[in-house]
């Protein structure tokens, strides 16, 4: 299929300007991926998300109801609860001047309230955030938008959640967030967003499932990458003892596919589903070159020795490609600085990074001009170019 192999001009990877608008349009308006309903197990528990800016706590209620509210108090705007995750009993109360919201975020009182005009508890309760769940899984948006739900734009991919049983998954420890890596986000995603380079740059990955990669076509705002289980014999130790014990394992595990199964969905978060665990990772930005990636795991219910090793191992394996990636990360990061480069060139098995592109390139077709626009000027370029296509 023929396409046009050119990737994003250079000049798009490190640009502030750029990143203000990418923050604001992309990020904020788009479904953020937060947690997974068993990282909230108990009345009061919540995890908070933090991008751009923006804080967010998801919280249990008293009623077991998660809701999602921006971590702010209503009185001066300190944080409210600390932390990725903790429990706040039945209220929340404001390290600042102890301001104390109900778990459904209605406003309990002020500290000294003789000191305040009257207040309605419902107006000065806590900013709600949009909500959005599927399967187990929980997304927000910080921004109004039309962009599609998280739920709308995974449902093609029901079958899949349902095979694995997300619904059932329990967390197998923290999510974790990465030591900022000096990197703009894009070129996360573009190392992530195809699989040519998988026999090159990762041997443990290519000795899992090397033979058998490939990636689907983008659609409707989410992707597909399958790596079937090799047939010949592995040669690392990690794969071997993976691929061995997974012949071992008990039903109804054993009857999935030996394979890892990844679900990308636009701007920023990736699911993988292995026989073993579910797992999803993404990428924070930070500053337009400091980004984060933010991952988590999940494990089965009662989950038996074969399914712990397995997840040991896969994890092995995993945690090998991420310090790999973040590598070829650094490298395609720092190219466009060089008075050599001449953007991308992409081969047919990349199109996965230019479907990315495209994607972005509506969003923002600012980013598709060769140069960037004067200072002062992103903004409103780009406003007239939009206004242009519609």
Known sequence: MKFNRAGLPGWTYHNEELFELEASNIFKKNWQLV???????????????????????????????VRAFHNLCRHRGSRLVVGDKGNCGKMITCPFHAWSYSLNGQLRGPAKPQSFPPLNRNEWGLKPIELDEFMGFYFVKFKSSNYPKASEILKRHKETFDQYQTKKLMSAGEISLSNCLSINWKTVRDVDNEGYHVAQAHPGLHDLYGENYRDEEYNFWSTVSVGKINSKPSKLWTVRNYRSILEK??????????????IG????????????SVIFYQEVPV???????????????????????LRYLSGRIDNSAVEEDNQLSEWLNEAPKSSGYEGSFLSDLEKGVRDYHDALREMLPVIDLDEPPISGKMSQVNAKLLAREN
Do not use: M
Not at 265 to 271: G, K, L
Not at 287 to 309: F, G, Q
């Open 35 to 65: 947690c997974h309903q068993s990282d909230l197990p108990n009345k009061g528990d919540y995890v908070t998300y933090d991008i751009l800016g923006e804080r967010a706590i998801l919280l249990r209620g008293v009623d077991h109801k």
């Open 249 to 262: 394992l008990e039903k109804p595990w054993c009857d999935l596919p030996k394979q890892w199964y990844y």
């Open 265 to 276: 969905i636009f701007p920023n978060a990736v699911f993988g589903f292995y026989p073993d």
């Open 287 to 309: 500053k337009c070159n400091e980004t984060l990636i933010r991952s988590a795991v999940y494990k089965r219910p009662k989950e038996s020795r074969h399914l712990k090793i």
